[in-house]
Structures are given as C-alpha cells and as structure tokens.
C-alpha cells in the first residue's frame, strides 16, 4: 500500500517570503506521478503542481516549485513571492493505481500580510 | 479540463435518514471517484465508480452503507444510508482526465453533510 505523511499541520508566512512544504511517501512502485492539491476555503481541490517520478528534473509551474528527492522518498513543495491567495490547506499525494491518489494529512498554510 | 457540479452542497439530515448527492460532470469520463473528507482531515477514497459496472469500494466502506449508481459518462450519485453523526463530512467527486494514470484528477466544490 502506499502512503504519504506530511509532517507539518500548520504553517505561516510572511506575504512576499518563501515557504517550503514537507512530504514524504513510501511505495514499491517504481513509476509513479506525485502531486500537491490546495484546498481553500471554497474547498475545491486544485492541482497545483505534478512529477513524474522518472523525471530527475523537479517540477516547476511559475512560483510554486518541488524538491523531488526520489531515493530518500520526499516531495517538497517551495511557494515563492507568498500571496495572501495562497492561503489554503496542502495536500500531498501519489497515484496508485489507475488515477486513484492517496493523500496525505494535509498542512494549513497561513500567510501573514 | 473538467468542471464538476455538486448537489447539495450542503445539508443537514436527521440520524437515520439517507441523502444522495449528484455529481455531473460537463464531458465523458470513464472514471468517478467519491471522497469522504471528515472535519479537518485528509480526504480518503470511498469507491470508483466506472460506467456499466459495479463500483469498486476501498477498505472500510460497503455498498449497503454508500450505495452508488453511474448511469453514463456523465453523471454519477453517492447515497450516504441510514445516517449517523459520524457520517458528518464533506464529501467530494472527482474525475480524471485522459485514459492514463498520468491524468490529474479534477474536484467539485463537495457536498458538507451534517448530520444531527
């Protein structure tokens, strides 16, 4: 089975700072795509940004940016330039299977104006 | 892309009673997924629902308790039976897109349950 722990139930930031997410996972796959989803309050999941685990490459979609370390099994999401809009629980999470995503327990990101 | 409706998008039922709720989706998918996010936690899988099949429950959920039917491509229900305060929690569809499991998966705005 696979899992995903995120470490970190809360945490704040400065508007305008850097602000680094935690995630780690376990599974005996060896191809798998990993994701961060945000939840605001609206609570519509969003995908904020996918790896593919082949790709060394970490991914980046414009400030938000992962540290992929594939053999430590860890999955870091970097938010840049915070904006009060990225205020919003995080979930980590992996596909298992055909499009089944496992999450993890999620981090409330607060970011202080 | 998809976009995802929700209905209700939020309820509050009395212990014992059943409620379903609709997720339509704007084009064809092969795949459904039901999500049980309970207050402040993580969302788990409830079922996949595939067209013309019966769905697939994950571990701790049973038909007889959260019923599903998925009549086309576009549209599929959730039924949350015989209703207890425990059952309390948002419960989310989603949909992927594309026929791999490389496709994100996309969520409509869930359906908070309350149950008194």
Do not use: H
């Amino acid at each position: 089975a696979q899992t995903v722990t995120q470490s970190q139930p809360e945490m704040s930031v400065q508007e305008a700072e850097t602000v680094t997410l935690s995630c780690t996972y376990d599974t005996s796959e060896s191809d798998y795509y990993l994701f961060w989803y945000k939840q605001p309050p609206s609570r519509q999941m969003i995908l904020v940004i996918r790896q593919e685990a082949y790709k060394q490459q970490n991914a980046t979609e414009n400030r938000f940016s992962v540290n992929f370390q594939k053999a430590a099994k860890s999955f870091s999401l970097k938010i840049s330039d915070s904006q009060l809009g990225d205020a919003a629980m995080y979930f980590c999470g992996i596909i298992q299977g055909a499009q089944k995503l496992v999450f993890g327990q999620g981090t409330r990101l607060t970011i202080n104006p | 892309s998809a976009v995802i409706s929700q209905k209700p998008s939020r309820d509050i039922c009395q212990r014992g009673t059943s409620l379903t709720i609709q997720c339509q989706v704007d084009s064809q998918v092969t795949m459904m997924f039901w999500y049980r996010q309970q207050p402040g936690q993580s969302l788990t899988l409830i079922a996949t629902a595939n067209q013309g099949s019966e769905a697939t429950y994950e571990s701790g959920f049973v038909i007889d308790k959260f019923p599903i039917s998925r009549p086309n491509l576009t549209f599929s229900t959730l039924t949350v039976s015989n209703m207890s305060p425990e059952d309390s929690s948002i419960y989310l569809c989603s949909v992927g897109v594309g026929q791999t499991r490389t496709g994100e998966l996309f969520f409509g705005e869930g359906s908070r349950l309350t149950v008194l």
